[in-house]
């Protein structure tokens, strides 16, 4: 699976934006899909996530609220809806996918439980 990241730029505080990650070379209805994050200095951090069957979702509480996590399975397109940007929200946002290995439904929220990495998108909120 080869994700590509997209959305990306530069909004003002209390703005909104939306990251999409579109997948190729298979089809991604069956995995488990996840959006980090990483800021200048930092580590790779979890902001949301949604499990294969897209009817369970997670958030950081840094964003729960303000960042919604969707799919679209018909054009393999995972999308992060983003409100009421802070300055604090500022990184290089990441997809990831997780190899479909059992029926099993849940939310994956650490970075080692992720196969497959999108290139990353910057995000930058201006105060």
């Known amino acids: 699976v080869q994700l590509q990241a997209s959305g990306g730029g530069l909004v003002q505080a209390g703005g909104s934006l939306r990251l999409s990650c579109t997948a190729s070379g298979r089809t991604f209805s069956t995995n488990a899909m996840g959006w980090f994050r990483q800021a200048p200095g930092k580590e790779r951090e979890f902001v949301a996530g949604?499990?294969?069957?897209?009817?369970?979702?997670f958030y950081a509480d840094s964003v729960r609220g303000r960042f919604t996590i969707s799919r679209d399975n018909a054009k393999n397109t995972v999308y992060l809806e983003m409100n009421s940007l802070k300055p604090e929200d500022t990184a290089v946002y990441y997809c990831?996918?997780?190899?479909?290995?059992?029926?099993?439904?849940?939310?994956?929220?650490?970075?080692?439980?992720?196969?497959?990495w999108g290139q990353g998108t910057q995000v930058t909120v201006s105060s």
């Open positions: 990831a996918a997780r190899k479909p290995v059992s029926s099993f439904s849940r939310v994956w929220v650490g970075p080692s439980d992720y196969d497959y």
């Open positions: 949604q499990s294969w069957t897209g009817v369970k979702t």
